[in-house]
């Protein structure tokens, strides 16, 4: 039985890759103009950022590598504030019937600490979410396609990973909710070339969404 909900953040509860990619490209090809821009869109999606330099850049230092990734996300909070960036439709109606009945739910994202602050600014997160109930990117598991964040997040829940349900949007992310035991994942299709990689994947998911209108009576009625 379905108890829980948990949220990848990004392509999920907001439509925001392609400002991702953007950064990405723009950021990996100022370091290394030797890969092209398809093969970094083709990578990033559901990866720590310290995986992502790694694999373009190479090994660097630590502080290198923090700076990077700084780097990359202050390039894509200026870009989400320029596009004046909104939640996906029916995501804060979504949150707020999950207080009104009580249902325990959380964020599990591969965004780092640099992230999960503007989130709170500029989403304003805090409505339904204690920071430190939300899982993401400190350095301490390894990143999706393991399958520990999502673990983590159902722990922090109080409950079983069979009993959460999971969103996403990337097949990373979808592959690390089937290796944690996830009990229904979701996936939120934003693009008929994203739904397509899912139709045509060996991953089980349970519905494909575009929107959280609805959400839960169709949840609960599966």
């Not at 009990?183 to 060996?202: A, N």
Request: glycine share 6%; proline share 3%; aromatic share 12%.
């Amino acid at each position: 039985m379905i108890k829980g909900v948990i949220f990848d953040f990004n392509g999920t509860m907001v439509f925001d890759g392609h400002l991702h990619e953007q950064a990405w490209v723009e950021m990996i090809q100022k370091h290394n103009d030797n890969v092209t821009e398809q093969e970094i869109i083709d990578y990033i999606h559901g990866r720590t950022n310290n995986v992502i330099i790694e694999h373009f850049i190479g090994e660097v230092s630590e502080e290198e590598l923090q700076k990077l990734s700084d780097e990359k996300e202050k390039e894509y909070h200026r870009l989400a504030r320029k596009e004046q960036l909104e939640y996906v439709e029916g995501t804060e109606d979504l949150l707020d019937e999950l207080v009104e009945k009580e249902v325990p739910f959380t964020i599990a994202t591969a965004s780092p600490k640099i992230n999960i602050d503007f989130y709170f600014d500029y989403f304003d997160l805090g409505r339904w979410f204690k920071y430190d109930e939300i899982v993401y990117d400190d350095g301490t598991f390894p990143g999706k396609p393991e399958p520990h964040i999502y673990k983590k997040a159902a722990e922090s829940l109080g409950l079983e990973p069979e009993e959460c349900v999971v969103i996403e949007d990337a097949l990373t992310g979808a592959e690390s909710a089937n290796r944690a035991g996830i009990g229904k994942v979701i996936i939120m299709s934003y693009s008929d070339e994203q739904r397509e990689l899912f139709e045509t994947s060996d991953l089980a998911y349970d519905a494909i969404i575009t929107d959280f209108n609805g959400f839960l009576d169709k949840l609960w009625a599966k």
